[in-house]
């Protein structure tokens, strides 16, 4: 199955061409990004108790494990206000809707289409630190992001069939926390190349809601779980015409959800016998950013 995940780039947000002094000023942002992104949610160990016209089962089936991969087109829009060498930066971005299918062996074979999309945003706050010579730069930063998914499944015409109903998946995963990171970077011709590392530590929230099996069987998650995860990248930042500045980067950020708790509910809240043991998130970016100072 898929699960619907994106980025949100922990370090290019130190704008390492620009020479702050004791000057205030802000420098708006419009990004454009492409996104490799993988989901994998653990099995269920004996969670199916029931067959697809819903009667139970002798033997509980297992629920596989998820592994979802979909690209995203990335868009974004920022601002870094800044003062001296002290920043304040606010980001906002969203993707494409994107699809993939879940294919598994149960009750004669299961398939659904995901369809969904992604929205992030974030608040970051650091400085600049000097450091060797003038032709390097180092900054420090903090700061909190928050992530949110959403996609809902179409069953196959064979699935479909076989359920008796064309109700399919619908699903919501919320990730958020704080964060703190360094980015170092190095004079190179006219433009600077930099380098940056960040940790998040974040509490994630997946609900899903599979309506196929409602009222029969606990399919359905409202899952919580935390997860501490780094993300690294590289890039480069030039003079671009009419005095902006453009900026192209490459990052990688890997999360791996544990310690997951699991109840759902309608109008009675009931335990989710088996939840997952674990949630990964693997995604790799690329971004092109246009910049100017103000």
């Not at 969203?94 to 608040?123: H, K, M, N, Q, W």
């Amino acid at each position: 199955m898929k699960q619907l995940k994106t980025i949100a780039i922990l370090g290019a947000v130190l704008i390492p061409s620009v020479s702050f002094a004791e000057r205030t000023g802000v420098v708006p942002r419009v990004s454009m990004g492409y996104s490799e992104y993988n989901f994998n949610q653990s099995g269920r160990t004996g969670a199916i108790t029931r067959d697809a016209q819903g009667n139970l089962l002798a033997t509980p089936l297992d629920f596989p494990s998820v592994d979802f991969d979909v690209n995203f087109f990335m868009y974004s829009v920022g601002a870094t206000f800044f003062k001296g060498n002290k920043y304040l930066d606010l980001s906002y971005q969203t993707s494409s809707t994107e699809s993939d299918t879940f294919d598994a062996d149960l009750f004669g074979g299961y398939s659904e289409s995901l369809s969904g999309d992604r929205t992030d945003y974030s608040i970051t706050a650091g400085m600049k630190v000097k450091v060797g010579s003038l032709k390097s730069k180092m900054g420090v930063y903090v700061g909190y992001k928050v992530g949110k998914s959403s996609a809902t499944g179409v069953l196959s015409d064979a699935t479909a069939s076989n359920f008796g109903n064309t109700n399919a998946t619908m699903l919501s995963f919320k990730e958020d926390g704080p964060f703190f990171g360094v980015n170092y970077g190095w004079r190179l011709g006219k433009g600077l190349i930099s380098a940056n590392i960040a940790y998040a530590f974040l509490s994630g929230k997946l609900i899903e809601e599979n309506t196929k099996f409602e009222g029969t069987q606990q399919t359905n998650l409202n899952a919580k779980s935390k997860a501490h995860g780094v993300s690294y990248g590289i890039g480069w930042n030039a003079k671009f015409f009419g005095g902006a500045s453009y900026s192209i980067a490459v990052d990688t950020n890997s999360y791996t959800f544990k310690d997951v708790s699991d109840s759902f509910g309608h109008a009675s809240p009931s335990t989710v016998p088996n939840p997952p043991s674990k949630f990964k998130e693997d995604f790799l970016t690329l971004k092109f950013s246009i910049s100017k100072v103000f």
